[in-house]
């Protein structure tokens, strides 16, 4: 009886052990797909990934906010990288850029409405912050109103609810930098705060699935600034 | 317990083992292959995204009864009810075209659509308005800049496609503007009274446009204004001819705001210093004050608008029939405009817009025949005896109109509603020898339908009518309005229209007789126009039919005709020259009409056959500096002198001829020099323009005398225009305007 039980018990726990491990393989298993992304078919393909496995789970965010991203990546090929190559062209940008940040936001929502913590949130508003700038480059002379002051609210609400979250800085710095000198951007003004986001980045704790991007690119910014 | 161990583990192994291998195509209704189609197997991990060519694969480790779900923002969900049990499955989908706003194609016959609504097809804001050299602001004179209108720069109004400026109507927020003009003053164009921050959206329609509007038998300007405010301002203006100041109060949970403006005009010093050809005895002088409200509701907003102006100038010019007398005119105006709009969503996919306005113009006006030493001069025999007048007339017009929109399937709408006014329009003439007093009232109600259907994606249909009873010549219309819309490619598109319009008498015209009908036009338009990101190129050609225009003479009757045909052409592009923005257009006009006093079919004097314009503008970061460019050409106008002749009782040519060609350079540039400065308090923004840089002369036609012997061009009141000011504002960063012109 007693081995009976002792086997019992094992064999359960492996089956709750094997639950909470599948989600963590095919969440592991969807970043990779995202990491080795090299297109747009690529991208769409970990988006729908995290997707099915948001719905299945129906209680962790992470999914939904790595489909977020996924998609906010997917948004930045449409815009010329720093080097001046467009990758994904298209005729109606406009559109396109419409419907991928609708795409995002209904992610986020659903993100959104399972976090709890403060962190969490503020995580998944620098991502709305991607959709509304790469909306708002859409046409920048007539939206900035609209889609600028989105954008620029979404990164204040993120620094609010976490001081600390290094991608938020990574943002913010961004848009300095890509604003001419004259118009009270540059590099100089960019400088302190990848500074700050390059600090905040390398004294943050990794958690298992938890966002921790951008350090990389904070110090490459950070460089280029000098 | 090995035993069960190794049992357990072969258990699990083989649990993973035992897949089932899903497959399949996805295609559309015409069976094109989809790809991005999301395929789920409901509830769990599995799943895949259609490549390419429409294939997909995926396995899955579930067994039982499950569903397959495909997705994709594009297409109508799909699903299908599966039984797993290790045998591979090849599921085919055929995916239902969702209707899908951005990628729908809209009706653009005729109508040039201004504003950022979320389409790419947006062609002037109100910054382009602004910035467009020549125009200092004024949204007629922007306007002119697009296809379809003429140069005609000795009467306000737009002349579109061969007709006249009365023939174009602006409507804010639904509801007809009866002056949108400054009082006109002979052989001068006005400016118009809206400053073109006002609006959101603005929509130039030169025919084909929606049973909604009305009154208008060629041209519609359709102006929204615009809702809440960013926040708080305040701002203030000065240049040697006008000052201004203004405040905007956003309350703190942004559902209400209010605002107020004022602005003084004076142009003493400017025509001390810059000389004009008539001698204004009475500089002129305009005041205007506005005031506003909004408030956001559950689901709308209501928003009120007001404007008051005041305006007085009094100029002499040498008279034409004779050598040493002049004409004195003078002019003092107020004009009241009120306008209060409701916009709600209501249930179920209902919307309505309420909109109510109240306006009241009054023209005191007083023209003088005067000698040499500017004394009033009496006659009582012509041509004289007509030029000592005195005339007081008052246009109020009070208007409700109610659109009510419902949202079927897809992105199919009905929309309809009705519309009344009331127009009263006093006068008192007094000459030496007669006197009318004259008050004529007009009870004007329309109902209108109006619906889009949306077939596809690629095809759309608007199909509306309206009726209009008018109790003044106690006459009813009905005008049918079909527009279509088919999408031939990556943004590109064809559209075509055709529509009837009806338009009453001028009051001028009824004051001689109510026994008149609606004038009528048929407008038939086709339109292709590609839209890239950056570029707009577009080519419309147009027939437009007139009849029952109103003759003058020998009675006033309702026997003109007309017909107007051409073609125009239109490239906006940012992105060729790197940080250039211009545009070109191009218009050809074929037109004759017989009308007023015209003794046969002839090219109206306001019609131009070839017109074109380059507009250009480039913004220097460097400089903090953005430079604008405007050439205008048109080819030159007929004109005529119609005299009478007593023995055979009526008119005949007795001369005419073509005016030289129309050339204009206007040059603007506005200087930003807070720009970028986050926390500037102030900002800076100092403007200055010149019109007709090169000095070109430009003859808008010829005044005859009353016998026909003395003849005199009619010409701007000085070779160029200058304007210089400084606008500054406190709270609104503007400069994101200036940063966005060059982004």
Not at chain 1, 64 to 92: F, R
Not at chain 1, 117 to 125: G, H, R, T, W
Not at chain 2, 689 to 699: D, E, H, T
Request: with cysteine; charged share 20%.
């Amino acid at each position: 009886m007693k081995k009976l039980l002792f086997i019992a018990a094992i064999v359960s726990s492996v089956a709750a052990y094997s639950q909470s491990d599948k989600y963590m393989n095919a969440m592991k298993q969807s970043l990779s797909l995202f990491d080795s992304a090299k297109n747009a078919a690529d991208l769409e393909n970990a988006a729908a990934s995290f997707q099915r496995i948001g719905d299945a789970e129906k209680t962790q965010w992470l999914p939904y906010y790595w489909e977020g991203l996924v998609l906010a990546t997917e948004g930045w090929k449409y815009y010329p990288d720093p080097k001046g190559v467009t990758e994904i062209k298209v005729s109606d940008l406009s559109g396109t850029m419409t419907a991928l940040a609708g795409r995002i936001n209904a992610a986020l929502d659903k993100a959104d409405a399972i976090a709890t913590d403060d962190s969490a949130k503020s995580e998944i508003l620098t991502i709305r912050n991607m959709a509304a700038t790469q909306q708002m480059l859409v046409d920048p002379q007539s939206r900035y109103m609209t889609f600028g002051a989105q954008a620029n609210e979404d990164l204040q609400k993120a620094m609010q609810l976490n001081p600390n979250n290094p991608r938020a800085y990574y943002l913010q710095g961004m848009g300095i930098f890509g604003t001419p000198e004259q118009f009270g951007g540059g590099k100089e003004k960019a400088k302190p705060i990848f500074q700050k986001a390059v600090d905040l980045g390398s004294a943050e704790q990794q958690k298992p699935l938890y966002p921790h991007w951008g350090l990389d690119m904070s110090k490459a910014m950070l460089a280029a600034c000098q | 317990m090995k035993k069960f161990l190794l049992a357990a583990t072969i258990f699990f192994t083989n649990h993973v083992i035992a897949q089932t291998k899903i497959t399949g195509h996805i295609k559309d209704n015409k069976g094109k292959p989809i790809a991005g189609v999301s395929i789920t197997l409901k509830d769990t991990y599995d799943g895949a995204v259609s490549d390419s060519l429409g294939n997909y694969n995926f396995s899955t480790t579930e067994k039982g009864s499950h569903v397959i779900s495909m997705t994709n923002i594009n297409y109508d969900d799909y699903e299908v009810p599966v039984t797993l049990d290790n045998t591979p499955l090849t599921i085919n989908a055929t995916l239902k075209e969702k209707f899908n706003e951005l990628k729908a194609v809209t009706v653009t016959a005729g109508s040039f659509e201004a504003g950022d609504n979320k389409r790419a097809a947006t062609v002037l804001n109100s910054i382009d308005i602004a910035t467009t050299a020549g125009s200092n602001a004024d949204i007629t004179a922007a306007l002119k800049t697009l296809p379809g209108a003429q140069q005609v720069g000795n009467s306000e109004g737009l002349f579109v496609r061969g007709g006249t400026g009365e023939e174009t109507k602006q409507f804010i927020d639904g509801t007809l503007v009866n002056n949108p003009y400054f009082t006109s003053v002979p052989d001068i164009a006005t400016r118009g009274r809206f400053s073109p921050f006002l609006f959101k959206g603005t929509v130039f329609s030169t025919g084909g446009y929606s049973a909604l509007y009305g009154q208008a038998l060629s041209s519609a300007v359709i102006l929204e204004s615009i809702d809440m405010p960013e926040r708080s301002s305040a701002t203030a203006g000065i240049s040697p001819i006008v000052a201004t100041g203004g405040l905007q109060e956003l309350s703190k949970n942004k559902k209400f705001s209010w605002g107020a403006d004022y602005s003084y005009v004076n142009l003493v010093a400017y025509f001390n210093i810059v000389k004009q050809t008539p001698d204004y005895f009475k500089m002129p002088q305009f005041h205007s004050g506005d005031a506003n409200f909004r408030i956001k509701t559950n689901g709308g907003i209501i928003k009120y608008y007001t404007t008051f102006d005041y305006n007085n100038l009094g100029l002499r010019r040498p008279d034409i029939d004779s050598m040493i007398y002049k004409d004195a005119f003078s002019i003092i105006n107020h004009n009241w405009y009120n306008n209060l709009s409701w916009r709600q969503s209501l249930n179920n996919g209902w919307r309505m817009n309420l909109g109510m306005s109240y306006s009241t113009n009054r023209d005191n006006i007083t023209q003088q025949i005067q000698d040499s030493s500017n004394q009033p001069k009496t006659f009582n025999y012509q041509p004289w005896v007509s030029k000592n007048f005195h005339l007081k007339s008052r246009q109020d017009l009070t208007q409700i109109k109610e659109v009510f929109e419902k949202k079927l399937g897809g992105l199919s709408a009905i929309r309809f509603g009705g519309e009344y006014w009331y127009g009263y329009n006093p006068s008192t003439y007094i000459n030496t020898d007669s006197n009318f007093v004259n008050s004529l009232k007009d009870n004007y109600a329309a109902l209108f339908a109006e619906s889009d259907v949306y077939v596809t994606n690629e095809l759309a249909l608007k199909l509306g009518a309206r009726y209009e009873y008018s109790s003044i010549i106690k006459k009813a219309n009905i005008a049918p309005r079909i527009s279509a819309a088919y999408k031939v490619g990556e943004g590109a598109q064809i559209s075509a229209a055709y529509g009837v319009f009806y338009e009453k008498p001028l009051v001028n015209e009824l004051i001689y007789s109510t026994q008149l009908g609606y004038t009528k036009a048929t407008h038939y338009i086709i339109n292709y126009q590609r839209n890239t990101n950056d570029r707009i190129f577009r080519v419309e050609a147009f027939y437009k039919k007139y009849a029952d225009l109103v003759k003058t003479f020998p009675t006033y009757n309702n026997d003109g005709t007309g017909y107007a045909k051409g073609v125009e052409l239109f490239l906006r592009d940012k992105k060729t020259f790197k940080n250039i923005d211009y545009w070109i257009s191009y218009s050809y006009l074929d037109t004759k009409r017989d009308f007023q006093n015209y003794p046969a079919e002839l090219e109206p004097n306001f019609a131009a056959k070839h017109t074109a314009s380059l507009v250009v503008k480039k913004f220097v970061t460097k400089w903090k500096a953005g430079f604008n460019a405007t050439y205008s050409f048109a080819t030159g106008r007929p004109y005529y002198d119609f005299l009478y002749n007593y023995p055979d009782n009526k008119y005949s040519i007795a001369d005419k001829g073509r005016t030289p060609n129309y050339n204009s350079m206007g040059f603007s540039a506005e200087y930003v020099p807070s720009i970028g400065k986050q926390n500037a308090k102030t900002f800076i923004v100092l403007f200055a323009s010149v019109n007709n840089v090169l000095g070109q002369k430009q003859i808008y036609g010829y005044n005859y005398s009353y016998d026909g012997m003395n003849k005199q061009p009619i010409l701007p009141t000085a070779t160029r225009f200058y304007f210089i000011g400084c606008f500054l504002s406190w709270g609104i960063d503007r400069s994101q305007d200036a940063i966005n012109n060059n982004l």
